[in-house]
C-alpha cells in the first residue's frame, strides 16, 4: 500500500496550494480519506475527511470557508484546496486512508506546506 502526497511548497501568506494524494495498493473507492497536519512541536491534527463516495466530507472548523477536500476515484486521487492559507497552516500534511470508522489504516510520508509572511 502507498499513498503519495505532493503539491506542497511555500507559499505567501493569502496564497493558494492544491495537495494531491495518490494512492495504490488499495481499494481506493472503498476507503474513506483524510488529510491530517503537524506543525513543529505540535501534535498531529485533523484537517478533513471525504467519505469513499464522496458525498459527504468533514472539514475543521477552522479550515471551513478556506479549504477543500474531493477526490477522483477513477485516479485513485484525493485533493486538498487550500486558499487563503495563513502563517499558522505551516506544517506537513498527511493523507491517511480508512476502511471502517475509527482508526486510518494507512498513511502517506507528508508534504511540507510554508506558508511566508
Known amino acids: 500500500v502507498q499513498l503519495q502526497a505532493s503539491g506542497g511548497g511555500l507559499v505567501q501568506a493569502g496564497g493558494s496550494l492544491r495537495l494531491s494524494c495518490a494512492a495504490s495498493g488499495i481499494t481506493f473507492s472503498s476507503y474513506t480519506m483524510g488529510w491530517f497536519r503537524q506543525a513543529p512541536g505540535k501534535e498531529r491534527e485533523f484537517v478533513a475527511a471525504?467519505?469513499?463516495?464522496?458525498?459527504?466530507?468533514v472539514l475543521v472548523d477552522s479550515e471551513k470557508g478556506r479549504f477543500t477536500i474531493s477526490r477522483d476515484n477513477a485516479k485513485n486521487t484525493v485533493y486538498l484546496q487550500m486558499n487563503s492559507l495563513k502563517p499558522e497552516d505551516t506544517a506537513v500534511y498527511y493523507c491517511?486512508?480508512?476502511?471502517?470508522?475509527?482508526?486510518?489504516?494507512?498513511w502517506g510520508q507528508g508534504t511540507q506546506v510554508t506558508v511566508g509572511t
Open positions: 471525504i467519505t469513499w463516495s464522496g458525498d459527504s466530507t
Open positions: 491517511a486512508a480508512q476502511y471502517e470508522s475509527g482508526s486510518y489504516d494507512y
